[in-house]
């Protein structure tokens, strides 16, 4: 549990570098053998492109370190519930378990409205666990979503 709290607090990071830019603050990171080798946040409005979510940053950031596509044995850790996109990446890419901090029950697709993550007909199912620094995953989004308004 330690070790989840600890990388949560990275996916933080950067949901606080997203909303410094600005942008919805969704932070990810991606874990293998105890070590980030992956890292993202949101950067639609930045990028100009309806792809760069925050777990799909940090799954190409992954990937590119370790040379390959297949994050077997990783984990990543993400600050709200993905979205479908971002589920199918993630069940495309083999990760072993997501950790999600809030649950998104508009879009997600870790359980919410749909489990991409662990869908029986896929190749591959995902690990779930949820709930990891939930207030302050939700926090951050609620914060910035006042402030908009």
């Known amino acids: 549990m330690d070790k989840d709290i600890s990388f949560m607090k990275e996916a933080l990071v950067e949901a606080k570098r997203a909303a410094y830019l600005e942008e919805v603050p969704i932070g990810a990171v991606v874990v293998r053998e105890g070590e980030i080798i992956g890292r993202g946040h949101n950067r639609r409005e930045t990028d100009q492109d309806p792809t760069a979510h925050a777990e799909v940053i940090a799954i190409r950031g992954a990937a590119e370190n370790i040379s390959a596509w297949r994050l077997s044995g990783a984990e990543v850790y993400v600050t709200i519930e993905p979205c479908s996109m971002c589920a199918g990446a993630l ?22 409205v749909l489990n991409i993550l662990q869908h029986e007909a896929l190749n591959h199912q995902v690990k779930i666990t949820r709930g990891i620094l939930e207030k302050e995953c939700s926090s951050i989004l609620q914060d910035f979503f006042l402030q908009k308004r």
């Open 91 to 112: 069940v495309l890419a083999r990760v072993e378990r997501v950790i999600i901090g809030a649950m998104d029950p508009k879009a997600g697709a870790g359980g919410s």
